[in-house]
């Protein structure tokens, strides 16, 4: 229901097929998938986590700047609906983005219509990002390939960057736990978190992402071990977004080993 290219029971049906047993499903600022995810794994015999990833920011410490931050949700299937409320702010926050990074492409003569980038029968349930905007820019051949539509508009410092309000770590953190959930700071090594862990933990982190498909093997060992200094849970997934390059990795093709999925099991278990 974010940037992913399967619908979430499509997306349920590849990980049966991929030979996944258990899967998180974990959607930029929504959990408008997570019902009929769960619905479509109870038919197939696949566990589905409810998560969600929220854009964040660390803050401003030692010097050092504002960044940005994913922080990944993990939770049990009674708490979603304590997300429904919070969720919809945050599409409205994006929407208004949107309508923000539109009017800078016009500027730079790359325009695009809310159409062609939501197409003409919107599901109101998606949360919009840059991606959608990225596949837009792509589909009227401004650009070659969505990494192209960032280098040359969409990331930050590019034209048609545009910052919206978000919410700090410490409050998605305090977010997340008033609904008994696990936070994990998502792919730490993609965003150069490392001197920023200890001010996360700081913020009521309760794990790392330490497997993931941009973690080159050498990066997964720090991580581990930084997760164990810090007494943090090793979380882990594959990021699939569909399969199409530069969107993630292969469906189950990093995933989080079996002693440390029990262990954010127990922490899911002992939280609810
Ligand atoms: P948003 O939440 O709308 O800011 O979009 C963030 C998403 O855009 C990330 O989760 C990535 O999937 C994607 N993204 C960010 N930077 C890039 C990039 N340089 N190239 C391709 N995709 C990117």
Not at 47 to 66: H, K, M
Not at 197 to 203: N, P, R, S, T
Not at 216 to 238: D, H, I, K, V, Y
Request: proline letters at 6%; a negative charge; charged letters at 30%.
């Amino acid at each position: 229901m974010s940037d992913g290219a399967l619908e979430p029971r499509e997306l349920v049906r590849a990980a049966r097929q991929a030979g996944l047993s258990v899967l998180a499903v974990t959607d930029h600022d929504t959990v408008e998938a997570i019902a009929e995810s769960i619905e479509e794994g109870e038919a197939l015999g696949v566990r589905v986590i409810p998560g969600i990833e929220i854009s964040s920011f660390v803050p401003a410490s030692d010097g050092v700047p504002e960044r940005n931050l994913h922080v990944l949700g993990f939770f049990s299937r009674e708490r979603v609906a304590g997300l429904l409320e919070w969720q919809l702010e945050r599409r409205r926050a994006r929407d208004k983005r949107l309508d923000d990074m539109l009017a800078r492409l016009d500027e730079v003569g790359a325009p695009l219509r809310r159409e062609d980038v939501l197409g003409s029968n919107p599901d109101p349930r998606r949360s919009i990002g840059r991606p959608h905007v990225a596949r837009a820019l792509v589909a009227k051949g401004y650009v070659k390939d969505q990494r192209e539509a960032f280098d040359r508009y969409l990331a930050a410092g590019k034209p048609a960057y545009v910052d919206y309000p978000r919410p700090g770590a410490a409050e998605v953190c305090a977010l997340i736990h008033r609904l008994q959930g696990i936070a994990s700071v998502a792919h730490p090594g993609l965003d150069e978190l490392d001197s920023s862990l200890e001010l996360l933990k700081e913020c009521g982190v309760d794990g790392i992402e330490v497997f993931h498909p941009d973690h080159p093997s050498e990066t997964m060992q720090r991580f581990l071990a930084r997760s164990r200094e810090l007494s943090l849970l090793a979380t882990g997934g594959s990021d699939f977004h569909g399969g199409k390059k530069n969107e993630g990795g292969a469906l189950g093709g990093t995933f989080l080993p079996r002693e440390h999925w029990e262990r954010l099991e127990e922490a899911l278990r002992a939280s609810k």
